[in-house]
Nanobody
Framework: QLQLVESGGGLVQPGGSLRLSCAAS????????IGWFRQAPGKEREGVSC????????HYADSVEGRFTISRDNAKNTVYLQMNSLKPEDTAVYYC???????????????????WGQGAQVAVSS
């Protein structure tokens, strides 16, 4: 059974950093593109970042470009989202999602991903 588990969320002050992890079990991530999405209260789920199955292609939402970095370690079956210079508006539940795909496929559209984790809360506040 495909399972994704996010970890690394928490409370951080503005300007701080967190690293989210998305660990897969029941399947190997080697052939899956991974997307990170977030949903704040009262708002729609939005794409934050994604990485192709090969790792060669990454994309970021304009709101996080230059502050967030996505990476993958297939040996650990894990994808990471390093979040620096966090702002209060980054507060949300963060989800990772997986889609079986070609080596350079990517998407920041939530409906294009089949498998989802349960989410990790990130709160940025002083």
């Amino acid at each position: 059974q495909l399972q994704l588990v996010e970890s690394g969320g928490g409370l951080v002050q503005p300007g701080g950093s967190l690293r989210l992890s998305c660990a897969a079990s029941g399947f190997t991530l080697d052939y899956y593109a991974i997307g990170w999405f977030r949903q704040a209260p009262g708002k729609e789920r939005e794409g934050v970042s994604c990485i192709s199955s090969s790792g060669d292609v990454t994309h970021y939402a304009d709101s996080v470009e230059g502050r967030f970095t996505i990476s993958r370690d297939n040996a650990k079956n894990t994808v990471y989202l390093q979040m620096n210079s966090l702002k209060p508006e980054d507060t949300a539940v963060y989800y990772c999602a997986a889609e079986l795909s070609g080596p350079r496929w990517w998407s920041l559209i939530a409906t294009e991903y089949d498998s989802w984790g349960q989410g990790a809360q990130v709160a940025v506040s002083s």
